[in-house]
């Protein structure tokens, strides 16, 4: 039975751009390179995590969150790691991709714009993921659909978490947000749009 997985409409309605079909069907004949990709993805979800506890941690309501967020990532990345391992694919380190570069050089330096930054990439990627989960899950075997479709919930909170800090963390108006978030939004449509030139989890339509 295909797994039925729908896109959270408060993701649909926050991404400028879907995931192209293209990669889609790409994903669909290469699992192993995916979950290979995205058990990376999850180690750098908990690092970047950590990043924020290391960086900023007189903020408390924000060194908290990141703190369960750094190990529920890694227990994402267990699951992973399990599901790998049943498929008998190997891990190995990936180096960053041209979404996750792309996003880090857009990084302003001074703070709190820089804060503002990390929170408004932060809940761009996860919601992103969400939506990927989303998507590929029906197009999967049966028990790696259903283990996709039920990280959306996590993803879709991760998200709001961002958000939420990004609003009552960085001491910037509401107007200055919605402006940045506006440019990011679209910079991050991009690197999901445009033919690129490896595939991962959060790449482009693979242009070979």
Same mark, same amino acid.
């Given at each position: 039975m295909a797994v039925d997985a729908q896109v959270p409409a408060a993701i649909a309605e926050f991404l400028d751009a879907p995931t192209p079909d293209a990669w889609l069907d790409v994903a669909t004949g290469r699992v192993p390179e995916m979950l290979l990709d995205h058990a990376n993805c999850e180690l750098k979800a908990a690092s970047t995590a950590l990043g924020f506890l290391y960086r900023y941690p007189a903020r408390i309501a924000l060194a908290q969150r990141m703190s369960r967020l750094a190990r529920e990532e890694l227990r994402h990345f267990e699951q992973v790691r399990s599901i790998m391992d049943d498929l008998e694919i190997p891990f190995e380190r990936l180096s960053a991709s041209r979404y996750a570069g792309g996003l880090r050089e857009a990084v302003r330096p001074e703070e709190p714009y820089r804060l503002l930054? =990390? @929170?408004? *990439?932060? !809940?761009? *990627?996860? !919601? %992103? $993921?969400?939506? %990927?989960? !989303?998507? *590929? !899950?029906?197009? @999967?075997?049966?028990? @790696? &659909? %259903?283990?996709? $479709? &039920? =990280? @959306?919930a996590s993803e879709a909170r991760h998200f709001g978490h961002y958000i939420a800090f990004a609003k009552s963390e960085c001491g910037v108006g509401a107007a200055e947000i919605d402006a940045r978030l506006g440019e990011l939004k679209q910079l991050e449509a991009r690197l999901v749009t445009e033919p690129d030139s490896e595939f991962r989890f959060h790449s482009g339509p693979p242009s070979a």
């Open positions: 930054d =990390l @929170l408004l *990439i932060g !809940a761009l *990627i996860e !919601a %992103r $993921s969400c939506e %990927r989960f !989303a998507k *590929i !899950a029906p197009r @999967l075997p049966e028990k @790696l &659909g %259903r283990f996709y $479709s &039920g =990280l @959306l």
